[in-house]
């Protein structure tokens, strides 16, 4: 397929853990650099992790110490540990190479007690 698949989302409560999974093309995974977005009602998409093909990862001063992203080359998946969750983390997560490469339906992510 060409848009990344995302899965894993759901209804959690505050300071409850998700592990989100996005595979992607077999053709594309390996060489590319993947990261995590997500967009709120009503804001911007925004970049929540990053990994490169050494593996090296990065994230905003925000989530640093609660989101964990990786990468499985061999099954072209790239995987977002969330922990601690809170109420402002509820969003549509999506995973992709490049703003501009087509977009995933994404996965819900609902904190809510």
């Known amino acids: 397929q060409v848009q990344p698949v995302e899965s894993g989302g759901g209804l959690v409560q505050p300071g409850g853990s998700l592990t989100l999974s996005c595979t992607v093309s077999?053709?594309?995974?390996?060489?590319?650099?993947w990261g995590w977005y997500r967009q709120a009602p009503g804001k911007q998409r925004e970049l929540v992790a990053s990994?490169?093909?050494?593996?090296?990862?990065n994230y905003p001063d925000s989530l640093k110490g609660r989101f964990t992203i990786s990468r499985d080359n061999a099954k072209n998946t790239v995987y977002l540990q969330m922990n601690d969750l809170k109420p402002e983390d509820t969003a549509v997560y999506y995973c992709?190479?490049?703003?501009?490469?087509?977009w995933g339906q994404g996965t819900q992510v609902t904190v809510s007690s």
């Open positions: 992709n190479y490049a703003r501009s490469a087509p």
């Open positions: 077999k053709i594309i995974f390996s060489t590319k650099a």
């Open positions: 990994i490169t093909t050494t593996r090296a990862t």
